[in-house]
T-cell receptor
Framework: AQTVTQSQPEMSVQEAETVTLSCTYD???????LFWYKQPPSRQMILVIR??????QNATENRFSVNFQKAAKSFSLKISDSQLGDAAMYFC??????????FGAGTRLTVKP | GAVVSQHPSWVICKSGTSVKIECRSL??????MFWYRQFPKQSLMLMAT?????????EQGVEKDKFLINHASLTLSTLTVTSAHPEDSSFYIC???????????FGPGTRLLVL
């Protein structure tokens, strides 16, 4: 079974600084997708960034980027120039094909002004 | 981007009654939708996979007769909580994939409170 682990229950960052959220996963598959979702207090799940496992290049989306290490099964999210609006729960997720997503336990990010 | 809606956004009901939650993909067709449950300060737990035109696939431990899922069309899936009890109070979220479907888009969720 695929499992996703987020070892940081809470993280804090100063506004305008950079923070990295960690995620590891366990799978025997070679073809899959990885995602980071953001869940603000409204509880709406918002896609932050996604990575296809077959791509070696790390995905980037504006201030958000990932460090994808396939051999190590690691998928960390870097948030640059942190903004107050980045404060939320962040979930790492794994998906194989059209199957369901498996989520990590989440990391609560606080942004200090 | 793809938009998924849910209705109602929140509902309060008496114990023993049934509640129906709708999940719609507004600008795309979804042959598969997923239903999740989320308790406060916890992650999303998959309840079932809703398949258009066929029976839903339930996760282990989820009661099929209690959580009825109907995927009536390519844009609509419904979750009915039958004979609801206070322990069914939770946040229910649906998701649907826009082709090629590996990315899931989530509805805004439904808060259910059973008194």
């Amino acid at each position: 079974a695929q499992t996703v682990t987020q070892s940081q229950p809470e993280m804090s960052v100063q506004e305008a600084e950079t923070v990295t959220l960690s995620c590891t996963y366990d799978t025997s598959e070679s073809d899959y997708y990885l995602f980071w979702y953001k869940q603000p207090p409204s509880r709406q799940m918002i896609l932050v960034i996604r990575q296809e496992a077959y791509k070696q290049q790390n995905a980037t989306e504006n201030r958000f980027s990932v460090n994808f290490q396939k051999a190590a099964k690691s998928f960390s999210l870097k948030i640059s120039d942190s903004q107050l609006g980045d404060a939320a729960m962040y979930f790492c997720a794994y998906r194989r094909g059209n199957n369901d997503m498996r989520f990590g336990a989440g990391t609560r990010l606080t942004v200090k002004p | 981007g793809a938009v998924v809606s849910q209705h109602p956004s929140w509902v309060i009901c008496k114990s023993g009654t049934s509640v129906k939650i709708e999940c719609r993909s507004l600008d795309f067709q979804a042959t598969t939708m997923f239903w999740y449950r989320q308790f406060p300060k916890q992650s999303l737990m998959l309840m079932a996979t809703s398949n258009e035109g066929s029976k839903a696939t339930y996760e282990q431990g989820v009661e099929k007769d209690k959580f009825l899922i109907n995927h009536a069309s390519l844009t609509l899936s419904t979750l009915t909580v039958t004979s609801a009890h206070p322990e069914d109070s939770s946040f229910y979220i649906c998701s649907a994939g826009q082709p090629p479907q590996e990315t899931q888009y989530f509805g805004p969720g439904t808060r259910l409170l059973v008194l």
